[in-house]
Antibody, heavy 118, light 108 residues
């Protein structure tokens, strides 16, 4: 069974930095691309970032480009999101998701909450 | 960026009735359209991809149709566990991947 567990969400001040982690199990991690998707409180889903199986291709939403960096360590079955220059509008539940062959998100973790507030 | 819209925002349906949810794309996404279900306090779950293919383990009462810019998710006979928010998502022209704002299906 696919299992994705996110961690690292905390309360951080505007301008601060944070690194989220996602540990995967139940599938061959380095066979799959991964996504980060976020959801602000009471709002809809917003795609954040994508990384291919070996980290050679990465994509970002315009709202986070230049501030967030996605990466992975296949030896640790882990996905990361380095978040810098955080803004209040980055407050959200951040989900990692296993990608389908195309751009779908087939399996999701339960999310980790990031709150950006002074 | 492709903008996704969904209608209605809220759909009130009685258990056992049929529910029809609509999704539109601002430009053609071919059949590269997915539907997700999200229940309160839970992560989203993939229901449909390729506009009409059910994901693994999804009951047959869920069906998707459409192509280009207009899509429909139909739940043939609503069960209690189907009351949730449903999002459409395009993956034809990305980045960025874009989601619709969601349709909440609640009990009438």
């Amino acid at each position: 069974e696919v299992h994705l567990v996110e961690s690292g969400g905390v309360v951080v001040q505007p301008g601060g930095s944070l690194r989220l982690s996602c540990v995967a199990s139940g599938f061959t991690f380095d066979d799959y691309a991964m996504h980060w998707v976020r959801q602000a409180p009471g709002k809809g889903l917003e795609w954040v970032s994508f990384i291919n199986w070996d980290g050679g291709s990465t994509y970002y939403a315009d709202s986070v480009k230049g501030r967030f960096t996605i990466s992975r360590d296949n030896s640790k079955n882990s996905l990361y999101l380095q978040m810098n220059s955080l803004r209040t509008e980055d407050t959200a539940l951040y989900y990692c998701a296993k990608a389908g062959r195309t751009g779908t998100a087939v399996h999701w973790g339960q999310g980790t909450l990031v709150t950006v507030s002074s | 960026e492709i903008v996704m819209t969904q209608s209605p925002a809220t759909l009130s349906v009685s258990p056992g009735e049929r529910a029809t949810l609509s999704c539109w794309a601002s430009q053609s996404v071919s059949s590269n359209l997915a539907w997700y279900q999200q229940k309160p306090g839970q992560a989203p779950r993939l229901l449909i991809y390729g506009a009409s293919t059910r994901a693994t383990g999804i009951p047959a009462r869920f069906s998707g149709s459409g192509s280009g810019t207009e899509f429909t998710l139909t739940i043939s006979s609503l069960q209690s566990e189907d009351f949730a928010v449903y999002y459409c998502q395009q993956y034809n022209n990305w980045p960025p991947i874009t989601f619709g704002p969601g349709t909440k299906v609640d009990i009438k």
